[in-house]
């Protein structure tokens, strides 16, 4: 008998959903004294996003087709392929 899956795709968009409606990124920067560092998106700061070509809350398997991958502020995939080190 196989274990059940951590985060059923539904209860990973529900959590998507959630994440972006209460802005946590932002509030966690605050809270840990780090927003002028993290919680935006923006020029200077430290990042980690990924990217897909569709929506994925609206089709969770666009995960499986990242485009775009970047963390902290370093591209590491881009149009679908890897970028070499």
Excluded: C
Excluded at 21 to 39: C, F, K
Excluded at 47 to 70: N, S
């Amino acid at each position: 008998m196989r274990a059940a899956s951590r985060f059923r795709t539904p209860d990973l968009a529900w959590r998507i959903r959630t994440v972006q409606e209460n802005d946590a990124t932002r509030s966690a920067a605050d809270l840990i004294g780090v927003s002028d560092q993290i919680g935006t998106v923006q020029e200077g700061r430290f990042a980690d996003l990924v990217a897909t070509a569709g929506d994925p809350l609206a089709d969770i398997t666009e995960l499986e087709h990242v485009q775009f991958v970047m963390k902290g502020g370093v591209v590491y995939k881009l149009n679908g392929k890897v970028v070499p080190r």
